[in-house]
């Protein structure tokens, strides 16, 4: 079992930023596949981003490339998702996954084993 605990979220302005943390436990994190998803009021449930457990592939929706980061520190069972240049529509719960092996589509959370709890991120205009 992993149990992930996500922290950082926040009430900013728009064009400030924020750092979401993800903390797992579990001897095996660095195997596992990482993303972040999040959902706003009325809407779906969404990709935002995603790592591999190498480190070395990345993936992120088109609405955040360029102004989202994600990272991850295998010695510290962490990833973080750094949120730059926010914007009212960033608005949302953001959750972390993990997806252990065998991986399935970094870009969809039917692939996804774990899930946190959420945290919520408000962005004002």
């Known amino acids: 079992q992993v149990q992930l605990v996500e922290s950082g979220g926040g009430l900013v302005q728009a064009g400030d930023s924020l750092r979401l943390s993800c903390a797992a436990s579990?001897?095996?994190?660095?195997?596992?596949?990482m993303g972040w998803f999040r959902q706003a009021p009325g809407k779906e449930r969404e990709f935002v981003a995603a790592?591999?457990?190498?480190?070395?592939?990345?993936y992120y929706a088109d609405s955040v490339k360029g102004r989202f980061t994600i990272t991850r520190d295998n010695a510290k069972n962490t990833e973080f998702l750094q949120m730059r240049s926010l914007k009212p529509e960033d608005t949302a719960v953001y959750y972390c996954?993990?997806?252990?092996?065998?991986?399935?589509?970094?870009?969809?959370?039917?692939?996804?084993?774990?899930w946190g709890q959420g945290t919520q991120v408000t962005v004002s205009s």
């Open positions: 996954a993990a997806d252990s092996p065998p991986y399935g589509s970094a870009y969809r959370g039917s692939s996804y084993d774990y």
């Open positions: 579990g001897r095996t994190f660095s195997y596992y596949t």
């Open positions: 790592i591999s457990w190498t480190g070395t592939s990345t």
